[in-house]
């Protein structure tokens, strides 16, 4: 395996956490990791954003604090922090992650790069850069400290083979000035099937003439429904809205009306602590909620560690 592939492989990284799975066995959660999107704010106006029909919203700090002072209280180990709109932007920020600090909680951030020089990297673990056709000829970052992974991210929405190349010509520059530890290609999510399934093939041909071809890491995400929902039990996100979700995907499930939607609600962030406790079922209906699921394998291994076969169970 890439080594590289450790980096997002969500679905083996559970298997760190058997005691969260076997918990979940029992009906009992305890998350892992929150996403937090503060603010739903931002400074770029990207044409492939699967939430450009945001309205304009903000979590207010105290209404973090006890989000997250709820799941911590029941094991969280750390948060994303990301958007919603551009993270950094939130103007409680320093303070946010002033307290995240504080509570000793593990921390990384997904950002666009663009505001990172007049932050403190220091309290990451990792940061990716979403990198786009805004911002790919001008990108400044500053210096990340050793103990901080740098990872960029680069989504390819509707681009021919001839493009792809120019764009990983100028990723490859990018590589060279910053040394990032890796670089995520993925297809847009919001296209249809055989469009991903076409850019797939091209990234993987634009990664093999690459000149930093060993740094690059192709995500695949096929929209896809589990058979059921469990991943918001252990990754909960909490959105700009004040609201529980169960992923930071579902937006995609209505791509023609790209925002996070009413009906994916889980509850509202005073309400945590009785979602936490009020045992486990589907948090959506996949085939009818999620049909463009982009967590499905993650998604289905936890439904085979909540609902195991009991046919022939001791044959595996």
């Not at 699967?50 to 604090?65: A, C, F, G, H, T």
């Not at 960029?152 to 120019?166: A, E, P, V």
């Not at 530890?181 to 093999?208: K, W």
């Not at 925002?259 to 085939?287: A, M």
Request: with cysteine; glycine share 4%; charged share 20%.
């Amino acid at each position: 395996m890439n080594k590289l592939n450790t980096y997002t492989s969500t679905g083996s990284k559970l298997f760190n956490h058997l005691d969260r799975l076997n918990a979940l066995q029992k009906g009992v959660v305890i998350p892992i990791v929150m996403h937090i999107m503060p603010t739903s704010v931002c400074n770029l106006n990207c044409s492939y954003c699967s939430v450009k029909n945001r309205p304009k919203e903000e979590l207010k700090l105290k209404d973090i604090k006890s989000t997250v002072m709820s799941a911590k209280n029941n094991g969280l180990k750390s948060v994303i922090i990301s958007g919603g709109g551009e993270p950094t932007l939130y103007p409680r920020y320093d303070e946010m992650i002033e307290f995240l600090q504080e509570e000793k909680l593990e921390m990384g951030l997904i950002t666009n790069g663009t505001t990172l020089k007049n932050k403190d990297i220091n309290p990451y673990k990792w940061v990716r850069v979403s990198i786009n056709p805004e911002t790919i000829d001008n990108l400044k970052l500053p210096v990340f400290p050793k103990t901080t992974t740098l990872g960029f991210s680069y989504i390819i929405s509707g681009l021919n083979m001839k493009q792809i190349s120019d764009v990983i010509v100028k990723l490859d520059k990018l590589i060279e000035l910053y040394q990032p530890a890796y670089v995520r290609l993925l297809a847009d999510c919001t296209m249809d099937l055989i469009d991903i399934q076409m850019t797939n093939r091209m990234i993987a041909v634009g990664i093999r003439d690459a000149y930093f071809k060993d740094i690059y890491m192709q995500q695949i995400k096929l929209p896809k429904p589990p058979k059921n929902c469990y991943l918001g039990y252990l990754h909960p996100v909490l959105y700009c809205d004040g609201y529980i979700y169960p992923c930071d995907s579902c937006v995609l499930n209505n791509v023609d009306d790209q925002k996070f939607h009413d009906k994916y609600r889980l509850c509202h962030y005073s309400k945590f602590k009785e979602f936490i406790h009020g045992g486990i079922k589907s948090l959506v209906n996949p085939s009818v909620d999620c049909p463009r699921c982009v967590f499905s394998k993650q998604n289905n291994l936890l439904d085979s560690i909540i609902n195991p076969p009991e046919v022939h169970k001791n044959f595996i």
